[in-house]
């Protein structure tokens, strides 16, 4: 069993790309199945196969404890942890090919805490990955943007510290930008695009940042995917069975 962990930040397509990876792999003949591990979701775009919802009560939290939205999603997500061995024998039990795991909207309540890394180091599986969306519209806005998202990607590759794949989510929304986008992995280009900023001091910290992620190989060149029309979907699902065939000659 391979476990592809889908994080990011709110909105930034993780759901969609969750129900889509699903899919893709149903109709290569694949078993997969989907693992959502967000408490406080209210509807999902697919039905998931496992639901931390179905341990972890989101208004039992707010009424028992006498605490607004925002303190029961934090306590939820505290919780999931403890939910660990449950989970993962529903999981066992079902017998996947692949989990695609779908992680909390707040991302700082799952990246941050302790819940959250301690759930994906000790979820027993053959081989393990994280996605992690950047979000098209936002990233794609300024070089900026870009930067700033490529160190949250950073900070989470820094927190679950495993193997992780960067994806460039709602490729179809930004099509008019794709070249931009596409020149902005390479190095200095990016740096040139710094340039053209009105705010000088950000962007000399921006350049600042870019040379540390680059120097220390942090900076991955995300995959554009759309969830919508699928396009990227291939080179998405490629790059993950390399990473995970590689674990797999590790492993011998
Ligand atoms: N056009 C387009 N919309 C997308 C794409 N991916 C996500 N969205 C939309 O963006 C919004 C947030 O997506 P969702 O998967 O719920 O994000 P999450 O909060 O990270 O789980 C939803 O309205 C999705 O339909 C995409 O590739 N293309
Ligand atoms: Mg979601």
Request: cysteine-free.
């Amino acid at each position: 069993m391979e476990s592809i962990f889908v994080t990011g930040t709110a909105g930034s397509g993780k759901s969609l790309l969750t129900s889509k990876l699903i899919q893709w792999y149903k109709d290569n003949n694949f078993y997969p199945i989907s693992l959502n591990l967000d408490p406080g979701v209210l509807s999902l775009p697919y039905e998931p196969d496992v639901d931390v919802r179905n341990y972890i009560d989101i208004y039992k939290i707010m009424s028992e404890h006498d605490l607004g939205p925002n303190g029961a999603l934090i306590m939820a997500a505290d919780l999931i942890a403890t939910k660990l061995d449950e989970i993962q024998e529903e999981v066992f039990s079902l017998n996947p090919d692949f989990v695609v795991v779908d992680t909390p909207g707040q991302i700082e309540l799952f990246i941050f805490r302790a819940s959250g890394p301690y759930f994906v180091s000790n979820f027993e599986s053959d081989n393990k990955i994280n996605i992690f969306t950047f979000d098209g519209i936002l990233a794609s806005s300024s070089p900026i943007n870009y930067i700033s998202i490529a160190l949250i990607a950073t900070s989470v590759r820094l927190r679950l510290n495993m193997s992780q794949i960067d994806v460039m989510t709602k490729r179809d929304l930004v099509i008019d930008k794709l070249q931009e986008i596409v020149r902005w992995s390479s190095r200095s280009y990016l740096e040139d695009s710094l340039h053209g900023e009105k705010n000088s001091e950000y962007s000399l910290l921006s350049k600042d940042l870019l040379h540390a992620l680059s120097k220390n190989k942090l900076m991955q060149n995300p995959i554009l995917v759309s969830s919508l029309t699928m396009s990227g979907m291939v080179n998405l699902t490629a790059a993950l069975s390399r990473v995970l065939n590689l674990g797999e000659e590790k492993a011998d």
